[in-house]
């Protein structure tokens, strides 16, 4: 029997996992603990646990980057990925390519946490909110002019305040696309009310 090398165990353990379709493309459900965001590289490293047993994770910079909210311990989450072996320390981990919290949805979460973060920052003291006209002339709306919920606005000013001029600001409201275009609109209707 030849006498081979830690690194080429490693490699062949790597090599292995890889090739084995039941460990890639993987989905598994878990706990996170020990959280770890490196905000200079972008990299986050967890354990993924149940009440059983761990797992090692890592989710590299491109893929952390798409994520919509900010994973913590204890945060139930199902997490898509695959099985390899870090080499240099023999270990095997989970490389994973997205999370998805389990119980509320991504874009709840991820409300809630920007939420918190506002609050922290003191944006929802009273202080900083400006009243409210008793009669306003013109009243802006941020939406898409194909939808049904410009309609709707049509359809309650028309009855409830028939006085009132609508300024409508057409912008994507679903999709990747929209988080920025309803961003872009906002700041359009603040610069046209602004000019008014």
């Given at each position: 029997m030849p006498v081979i090398t830690?690194?080429?165990?490693?490699?062949?353990?790597?090599?292995?996992l890889k090739g084995d379709k039941n460990l890639q493309g993987i989905m598994v459900r878990g706990e996170i603990s020990n959280f770890v965001h490196h905000y200079k590289s972008g990299h986050m490293y967890f354990n993924l646990k149940d009440s059983e047993s761990s797992i090692k994770a890592v989710m590299f910079a491109s893929a952390a980057s798409r994520l919509k909210f900010e994973p913590e311990d204890g945060m139930s989450v199902i997490v898509s990925g695959s099985i390899s072996v870090y080499e240099r320390d023999g270990v095997y981990q989970l490389y994973v390519n997205d999370i998805l919290?389990?119980?509320?949805?991504?874009?709840?979460?991820?409300?809630?946490?920007?939420?918190?973060?506002?609050?922290?920052?003191?944006?929802?003291?009273?202080?900083?909110?400006?009243?409210?006209?008793a009669m306003p002339l013109k009243i802006g709306a941020v939406t898409s002019l194909n939808g049904a919920a410009i309609r709707d606005i049509i359809n309650v000013l028309s009855r409830r305040y028939p006085i009132g001029e609508l300024v409508a600001v057409n912008v994507i409201v679903q999709g990747d696309e929209a988080p920025d275009s309803i961003c872009q609109g906002i700041l359009k209707a603040e610069c046209q009310a602004a000019t008014l």
């Open positions: 830690v690194t080429q165990i490693n490699k062949y353990i790597g090599f292995s919290p389990e119980g509320a949805g991504k874009a709840g979460l991820a409300l809630e946490q920007l939420k918190k973060k506002l609050a922290a920052a003191g944006l929802f003291e009273t202080a900083h909110k400006r009243p409210l006209p």
